[in-house]
């Protein structure tokens, strides 16, 4: 089992990462150049971990022993016994690989060297070591401690033995890995795209308000937040980027597209609750935009919302798993415990049925006859085969 981890960048990011391996007993080195950010993870530490003695959900004893098992270091040297290195930093492939060839000077031949990035090729980073097949994508969610879901990505280049390795211990971490392929967006940033992109085209196609599109989501589908909530809450600026991203990965798939809307609250500096104005108003982190008059709710219009989004998330994950970017049940674990979907998507799909997803993509490129609305073939397979995902 791997004992000795560095994580590099003591952002939010990086200081959950810490945190999770050493609770599951790793030795940490968190590795920033700026000594501020290292004080910030830790009192941020010091402070989750006295929420959690105050809840009863450890002990004082326990407290200080994850508190000891990190080192806070501002040198890249002292990584150097590293059998794990993770890197949390900026979303920039050049950054990443020019820290990535500094850090392989330093370590032994045998340390794994990952990135934690969201959506940049693997096979590019692995690119600029020495060794890339030590090079692998190990990506976690936010807030690290508490999403159940990482996805790991080997390159083209990754040694087998990485990957097992990896996956066993990430598992020992008590997380649920998820093994995608590295293509833009991996799983979650792949899948997930339509729950934006979706709702910000019904928007912009003047059928419902952002409050009617959030409304339906929730409470005809279940979900937690509402896709203009859930945009105000990472940030229109972090969203758009990502979109933006993975429509240029795609060779400008059209499923991809951006939308301007988000692009101009983007550049009005309308980014959500950090900066207390997005598609709702804040306060406080609390929404002050009053929501649509009582009674309004239209339960026809909301059931055409949910199916609309609903559709295209499924043809989304169906057309990943054709592609065999991750296997059924990485790909539904990915949506559940990577961005708490109420359900899985294929399993979902079965539950609407396989003719109903067709029959609601056809509907929809029959309408638009765009590129966009293009059916997944592994759907309509399906239906000509009679068969279910699960």
């Known amino acids: 089992m791997i004992k000795k981890v560095g994580i590099i960048g003591g952002g939010t990011m990086g200081s959950g990462i810490a945190q999770v391996a050493a609770t599951a007993g790793c030795l940490v080195k968190l590795y920033d150049t700026n000594t501020e950010a290292l004080d910030k993870s830790k009192a941020a530490l010091e402070k989750i971990m006295a929420r959690l003695v105050e809840k009863g959900r450890i002990d004082k004893a326990e407290k200080s022993r994850i508190q000891d098992n990190i080192t806070y270091v501002d040198s890249l040297k002292e990584l150097s016994d590293s059998e794990l290195t993770i890197e949390a930093i900026v979303e920039n492939l050049e950054i990443k690989k020019k820290v990535f060839q500094e850090l392989e000077s330093y370590v032994s031949e045998e340390t794994i060297i990952a990135s934690n990035t969201s959506s940049l090729s693997i096979a590019s980073i692995a690119s600029a070591l020495k060794k890339p097949e030590r090079c692998i994508g190990i990506h976690f969610f936010n807030p690290a401690p508490l999403m159940k879901l990482v996805e790991v990505i080997p390159a083209v280049q990754t040694s087998g033995e990485v990957l097992r390795k990896i996956k066993m211990n990430i598992a020992n971490w008590g997380k649920t890995v998820a093994i995608a392929k590295d293509t833009p967006g991996f799983i979650v940033n792949r899948v997930a795209r339509p729950f934006y992109g979706e709702a910000l085209r019904i928007y912009e196609e003047g059928i419902a308000s952002f409050h009617e599109i959030d409304a339906a989501m929730k409470e005809i589908g279940g979900f937690r937040m509402g896709p203009f909530e859930l945009m105000d809450f990472i940030g229109n600026d972090v969203n758009y980027v990502v979109t933006e991203t993975v429509f240029k990965a795609f060779y400008y798939d059209p499923r991809y597209k951006p939308s301007f809307t988000q692009k101009r609250f983007a550049e009005a500096g309308y980014l959500g609750r950090k ?28 059931q055409k ?6 559709v295209m998330l499924i043809n989304e994950a169906a057309d990943a798993l054709f592609w065999n970017i991750a296997s059924a049940e990485d790909i539904d674990n990915a949506m559940t415990k990577g961005v708490n979907y109420p359900k899985g998507l294929l399993a979902w799909a079965d539950e609407k049925g396989i003719s109903w997803c067709v029959e609601q993509m056809d509907t929809l490129y029959d309408e638009y006859r765009e590129d966009r609305y ?17």
Request: one cysteine or more; aromatic letters at 14%; proline letters at 4%.
């Open 374 to 390: 293009r059916c997944s073939p592994l759907l309509r397979k399906l239906k000509k085969d009679n068969k279910t995902f699960f």
């Open 275 to 302: 900066s207390g104005k997005g598609y709702y108003e804040y306060k406080d982190g609390k929404v002050i935009t009053p929501n649509a008059v009582e009674g309004s709710f239209n339960s026809d219009l909301a």
């Open 305 to 310: 919302i949910f199916n609309r989004v609903l």
